[in-house]
């Protein structure tokens, strides 16, 4: 009887995980994204439960901040490297036009010399947030740095691939909107990446100073 039973709530366990998938995949790509981050920020916060590399401030509004900067960088790298995956890249579309869009943004931020989004997540830590190394703070918090920096290396990777197919595979994308951009792209990512030097620490400055500061962030 009891392996009967056991199997009944197999079986509805199995029924009720592809109930979940199939509401999943119903949603629209943003939502996915959403739910996607946060699914992973829950994993981070579990990981912290056994290794804690950055020790949480005691005030509770503190740590929903840093949860929520690290949720924000999941959906950010999720929509910019993985965007094939959740929307349609055939053709020309608004959603390309968005990202394009990002993408931009995000040219213009490697300019600032480090990880806005980072940096905001880090001051919200029991840290000294200008003597910690800047880099992946959102994976280093589920695992050590040689693991974080390869895993990094591997989604931008695959970040460049879809950028790459957008530009080039993509119908009906025109041509004074994709050549300049991945003009502007390589030049950027050569300048900031190839050229530049990093101590692997956030710069302290009025810019950085302003957003530690800053109680609303």
Same mark, same amino acid.
């Given at each position: 009887?009891?392996?009967?039973?056991?199997?009944?709530?197999?079986?509805?366990?199995?029924?009720?995980?592809?109930?979940?998938?199939?509401?999943?995949?119903?949603?629209?790509?943003?939502?996915?994204?959403? $739910?996607?981050?946060? $699914?992973?920020?829950?994993?981070?916060?579990?990981?912290?439960?056994?290794?804690?590399?950055?020790?949480?401030?005691?005030?509770?509004?503190?740590?929903?901040?840093?949860?929520?900067?690290?949720?924000?960088?999941?959906?950010?790298?999720?929509?910019?490297c993985?965007?094939?995956?959740?929307?349609?890249?055939?053709?020309?579309?608004?959603?390309?036009?968005?990202?394009?869009?990002?993408?931009?943004?995000?040219?213009?931020?490697?300019?600032?010399?480090?990880?806005?989004?980072?940096?905001?997540?880090?001051?919200?830590?029991?840290?000294?947030?200008?003597?910690?190394?800047?880099?992946?703070?959102?994976?280093?918090?589920?695992?050590?740095?040689?693991?974080?920096?390869t895993?990094?290396?591997?989604?931008?990777?695959?970040?460049a691939?879809?950028?790459?197919?957008?530009?080039?595979?993509?119908?009906?994308?025109?041509?004074?909107?994709?050549?300049?951009?991945?003009?502007i792209?390589?030049?950027?990512?050569?300048?900031?990446?190839?050229?530049?030097?990093?101590?692997?620490?956030?710069?302290?400055?009025?810019?950085?100073?302003?957003?530690?500061?800053?109680?609303?962030?």
């Open positions: 009887m009891d392996e009967i039973w056991k199997k009944v709530s197999q079986n509805e366990i199995n029924l009720c995980n592809l109930y979940m998938l199939q509401r999943f995949t119903k949603l629209n790509g943003y939502h996915q994204i959403f $739910i996607l981050a946060f $699914i992973i920020l829950i994993i981070s916060m579990i990981c912290e439960k056994y290794i804690q590399r950055y020790p949480h401030k005691k005030c509770g509004g503190e740590r929903v901040k840093a949860y929520f900067w690290r949720w924000i960088h999941y959906v950010v790298t999720i929509f910019m993985f965007f094939f995956i959740f929307f349609d890249i055939k053709k020309f579309n608004k959603d390309i036009i968005l990202f394009y869009s990002f993408m931009c943004v995000t040219i213009l931020h490697w300019y600032s010399g480090f990880c806005m989004v980072s940096f905001l997540e880090c001051k919200h830590y029991n840290i000294d947030v200008y003597d910690i190394e800047s880099t992946c703070p959102h994976y280093r918090c589920m695992m050590d740095k040689n693991t974080a920096n895993l990094s290396n591997i989604i931008y990777g695959i970040g691939l879809n950028i790459a197919y957008i530009t080039f595979i993509t119908k009906n994308n025109p041509k004074w909107l994709k050549y300049p951009f991945i003009v792209f390589a030049i950027s990512f050569y300048q900031n990446y190839i050229l530049y030097e990093t101590s692997g620490k956030f710069p302290k400055n009025i810019f950085t100073e302003s957003l530690r500061l800053n109680p609303f962030i």
